[in-house]
């Protein structure tokens, strides 16, 4: 069992900025990525954006698109979200677990969801 440990999370007003981090990964095959979900209360986890293990392919769903930004340090293999223009429909506990690619809004069967990081953009 894989469980990646979410952080950066926190309040910000609408319009702000957050960074969250997923801890280092040791996922470097390209028919792997690492993905972002997010749940808001009585919402289903849905996924966010995703970067492909070794290449660093990436996926954005629309509703963050250009907005959201996600990276990859190769030196520790650390991946980021810069989440930008943050609105209230972002607020929700946002998780990070590794997924196939490029369907990466399937978790692999070794992935397991952490506690995740709260993210919470206030009006």
């Known amino acids: 069992e894989v469980q990646f440990v979410e952080s950066g999370g926190g309040l910000v007003q609408v319009g702000g900025s957050l960074r969250l981090s997923c801890a280092p990964s040791?996922?470097?095959?390209?028919?792997?990525?690492i993905g972002w979900f997010r749940q808001a209360p009585g919402k289903e986890r849905e996924g966010v954006s995703c970067?492909?293990?070794?290449?660093?392919?990436?996926h954005y769903v629309d509703s963050v698109k250009g907005r959201f930004t996600i990276s990859k340090i190769n030196a520790n293999n650390t991946v980021y979200l810069e989440m930008n223009s943050l609105k209230p429909e972002d607020t929700a506990v946002y998780y990070c677990?590794?997924?196939?690619?490029?369907?990466?809004?399937?978790?692999?069967?070794?992935?397991?969801w952490g506690q995740g990081t709260q993210v919470t953009v206030s009006s």
């Open positions: 677990i590794p997924t196939l690619f490029p369907d990466c809004d399937r978790p692999t069967d070794f992935g397991s």
């Open positions: 040791v996922i470097t095959r390209d028919e792997y990525a």
């Open positions: 970067i492909s293990a070794s290449k660093g392919y990436t």
